[in-house]
């Protein structure tokens, strides 16, 4: 593995970062918060228009064919301007279907890198977590094909996308099938949650009829799927987490060199440079965590999974810290509508219990290691 980015990844990252400074201020991004529809139109387009949503997929599935690692350099950008939009979600499920790639998911996911069409993964049960093994939400057979009845939950941007690629069970069998969020049966309920840049919901299907041609894939096939779409969201939101980090990071350290007490900056007090010390730390082992999590599931390397779980354990935690140590030597202010830090730490907090918090993934990684 490289320790740095290539001359291309670099490029990549000063144009994602250009690209995403000039149209996403985050000015634009409290008009979204204060909108009824957090989805920006013109700003998926132009999204899309860059290639980032099928960044990391085949060109034959109308993607640019890079990897993983370009994947989490644009994502981190991402974070770091604390992007409106179903990023996430959507490559969730392109990278799903992509898994299962015929012919129908091929026009779709070419719809969806046109920015044309959006999706999201409905995975969590009700009472339930992360595990693909874990899904209850049963497809029940009908004279026409099947009936979906459930409740799922924290479903990424639910209301705003097209499509729902919902993971559920067919007989004994986990399966994935393809509902329009404009079905019938198909109710959206946005959950509470801190971060008013992206919206969870509640999704509950009573009585919605699938037929032949939404069936996904079945058995073994969804499986492998589902859980290597879900460890490159999970790189995502890594990714995000690290924007977000890196952020808070700077804005802090530019509020210390600036800021006066007593005739002093108050980055000249000993305690305020071990915090800041500490946000240095903490942000560029996120950052080799989440890269390499990037780089071997890429490769296929033998760790790739215990290394996605381990970045994602050790960015929720590091990023959580961050954002309180950003609170911390901002004082007063940090704790403002005003300033532009509560969006970011409210991205991070969000981020840590997507795919499972450090918790659940320390509990995948003790698993791996006993296997």
Request: proline share 2%.
């Amino acid at each position: 593995m490289e320790f740095d980015l290539s001359k291309p990844q670099k490029l990549l990252r000063e144009a994602a970062q250009a690209t995403l400074s000039q149209n996403c201020p985050l000015t634009r991004v409290r008009e979204r918060m204060a909108s009824q529809d957090i989805h920006d139109q013109s700003l998926w387009q132009l999204i899309a228009d860059q290639g980032w949503v099928g960044l990391h997929l085949d060109e034959t599935l109308g993607g640019l064919g890079l990897g993983l690692v370009e994947l989490a350099v644009v994502a981190e950008e991402m974070g770091r301007a604390c992007l409106p939009c179903p990023f996430l979600a959507t490559t969730w499920a392109a990278t799903l279907l992509a898994q299962v790639a015929n012919s129908d998911s091929a026009s779709t996911l070419s719809a969806m890198a046109e920015g044309s069409q959006t999706a999201s993964v409905a995975l969590m049960d009700q009472d339930s977590d992360w595990d693909v093994e874990h899904v209850q939400t049963q497809l029940n057979p009908t004279s026409a094909g099947w009936q979906l009845s459930g409740h799922k939950t924290m479903v990424l941007d639910a209301a705003e996308v097209d499509t729902l690629l919902c993971v559920v069970r067919k007989e004994n069998e986990i399966a994935v099938v393809s509902v329009s969020t404009r079905a019938s049966g198909v109710k959206c309920t946005p959950t509470q949650v801190l971060d008013a840049t992206r919206k969870l919901y509640d999704v509950r299907f009573e009585g919605v009829a699938i037929a032949q041609k939404d069936m996904i894939a079945v058995g073994d096939q969804a499986i492998l799927a589902i859980e290597y779409s879900t460890r490159v969201a999970t790189i995502a939101a890594c990714a995000e987490m690290l924007g977000a980090m890196q952020w808070i990071r700077e804005t802090t350290l530019d509020y210390a060199k600036t800021r006066k007490q007593f005739d002093r900056t108050i980055g000249s007090y000993q305690a305020v440079q071990h915090q800041c010390a500490d946000m240095l730390l903490m942000t560029e082992s996120a950052r080799a965590a989440a890269y390499y999590a990037a780089w071997a599931l890429s490769v296929n390397a033998p760790d790739s999974n215990k290394s996605v779980a381990i970045a994602k354990a050790y960015c929720s935690d590091a990023g959580r810290e961050v954002a309180h140590r950003g609170v911390q030597v901002h004082g007063g202010i940090g704790f403002t509508w005003e300033h532009d830090l509560h969006l970011f730490l409210k991205r991070i907090k969000v981020c840590e219990f997507l795919f499972g918090d450090a918790s659940w993934q320390r509990e995948q990684i003790a698993k791996l290691i006993l296997m």
